[in-house]
């Protein structure tokens, strides 16, 4: 599978981005993942195809929300209220199969990322 982010760029913090990832073909479990300067990468948010369950970080949950268009094999990560600390590299990612949609190690797959710049 190959995934294709976009949509980042440089926002004033409580602006909004909306990013996207588009895969080669249909892929049940994706997810959003991000890495700060100096930080490991992790888990941001997932929308699972078929039956539309999404999970987020707890720091971004009522900001930001994980969509899909399965017509298009596209993943959607919409941010709302930016904040500064939102700042990394978003990845989008997919594996085979499931388990923890939380764990880097699970993903199979991976996008280029795409850089979220929030100034203060």
């Known amino acids: 599978v190959q995934l294709q982010a976009s949509g980042g760029g440089l926002v004033q913090a409580g602006g909004s981005l909306r990013l996207s990832c588009v895969a080669s073909r249909r892929t049940q479990f994706m997810g959003w993942f991000r890495r700060a300067p100096g930080k490991a990468r992790e888990f941001v948010g997932t929308d699972k195809w078929n039956d539309g369950r999404t999970n987020y970080k707890e720091s971004v949950k009522s900001r930001f929300t994980a969509s899909r268009d399965d017509a298009k094999n596209t993943l959607y990560l919409q941010m709302n209220s930016l904040k500064p600390e939102d700042t990394a590299v978003y990845y989008c990612?997919?594996?085979?199969?499931?388990?923890?949609?939380?764990?880097?190690?699970?993903?199979?797959?991976w996008g280029q990322g795409t850089l979220v710049t929030v100034s203060s």
């Open positions: 990612a997919a594996r085979r199969y499931s388990g923890s949609y939380y764990e880097v190690n699970n993903y199979d797959y």
